[in-house]
């Protein structure tokens, strides 16, 4: 068996920020015109009258204050309130394979090496464009990487599923190198009029190389992996090319991202965090003395949550990272931003967590000890 290391990290942000006052603009407006266009069937109580947003209850419910897009355009009008992404034909690269090329580039230069000495890649994201060909593929293709290419889903788990499976691609020798990229453009798959979720997302895509140790300048041991579902129909997304056959259903609002978030927050929060503990505890590794933990950037009440029971006390901000509050919820996308954004300062020898979690119930835990 190869030990197995976190070799580079890339980020690709997207070129346009989305504040909260911006998104609330956009929604109120769309709450005033519906508002007045059933004006009598509300009186009668035949339709229920939506709720205007605020960008104080935003962030104080989610501690998030902007977001970047892929496109604006279309979030800031309340005629539209969904981006506006032209499909592409197929002899061009498609969107979300385009942005995770940028980030690998990015990893592929902070490694220092060529891509040829890539052996593998995995696109692991929650929301892929189409079935096949995998997008994998095409970023391998894009890359002039050789050998082979598939796409996961885990949901906003992908990320730390996906350092799994790279990881023991390069501990078993299939490969000696794997890049895994995590291609995001969760504002495609969520419902702006919706007031309770129309904040949530962001859009962006991240990039991670896994290497053999002995091939590998610096970089992060990867101490232990884990991972763990738990079917819940708390979170989830009903589209798919079966929807095509029941017609009937296609506009339905579970085609888009839905979550009871009330109950994702108390299942989810004791989970992760017995979970974090129980692995700390079989790696020999004290959970209250980890330097940092980079967690999903799911909500921030749920990161300090989590943060203040691994660590025994509350944490502070350069142990539990926080990016979401200019990022917003990225998926899978979320913990390897924080990771990529707050890991430089580590000496030798210190040790982190990397870890997400969401639908599926679905959750992973990455141990990591600077080299």
């Known amino acids: 068996m190869h030990q197995a290391v976190i070799a580079a990290t890339g980020l690709y942000t997207p070129p346009h920020s989305l504040s909260n006052a911006e998104l609330v603009e956009t929604f109120n407006a769309y709450v005033e015109r519906f508002n007045a ?4 069937a509300i009186a009668a109580g035949e339709v229920a009258a939506l709720t205007q947003s605020s960008a104080e209850f935003i962030e104080k419910a989610s501690g998030i204050k902007s977001r970047f897009v892929m496109n604006k355009t279309g979030l ?35 490694w220092g090496k060529d891509p040829s000495q890539i052996d593998a890649v995995i696109c692991a994201a929650s929301n892929m464009q189409r079935a ?59 419902n702006f009029r919706d007031r309770d979720s129309h904040f949530i997302f962001g859009d962006v895509a991240t990039a991670v190389i896994v290497e053999r140790a002995e091939d590998a300048v610096g970089g992060w041991e990867i101490l232990g992996t884990r991972l763990k579902t738990q079917f819940s129909n ?45 692995h700390a ?3 020999g590794i004290d959970p209250t003395g980890l330097k940092r933990m980079w ?38 996308a979320g913990s390897i931003i924080a990771f990529h954004k707050a890991s ?5 020898g210190e040790t982190g967590l990397i870890c997400s979690f969401g639908a599926g119930y679905s959750a992973g835990t990455v141990f990591v000890r600077k080299r």
């Open 37 to 40: 266009a059933n004006a009598e």
């Open 76 to 110: 800031v009008d309340p005629d539209v309130m969904h981006p506006m992404l032209p499909e592409r034909p197929n002899d061009q690269i498609s969107i979300l394979a385009e942005i995770a090329v940028e980030a690998a580039k990015q990893a592929i230069e902070r």
């Open 132 to 190: 096949y060909p995998a997008m994998a593929i095409e970023v391998q293709q894009a890359l002039g990487i050789e050998g082979f290419a598939f796409d996961m889903n885990v949901a906003c788990s992908s990320a730390t599923f996906g350092i799994k499976t790279a990881a023991d691609f390069v501990g078993s020798g299939s490969a000696r190198a794997v890049l895994m990229v995590n291609p995001e453009i969760c504002s495609g798959h969520l």
């Open 234 to 278: 708390n979170i989830r997304n009903n589209f798919g090319f079966l929807n095509r056959a029941a017609p009937e259903g296609v506009g339905a609002s579970d085609k888009l991202f839905v979550q009871e978030g009330r109950k994702v927050f108390r299942e989810v929060v004791p989970m992760v965090s017995e979970m974090i503990v129980a």
């Open 344 to 348: 430089d300062d580590f000496q030798s």
């Open 281 to 283: 505890g079989d790696l």
């Open 295 to 332: 967690l999903h950037q799911a909500n921030i009440n749920m990161n300090e949550l989590i943060g203040k029971r691994v660590l025994g006390r509350e944490p502070g901000p350069e142990e539990n990272v926080i990016i979401l509050d200019e990022y917003a919820n990225t998926s899978s």
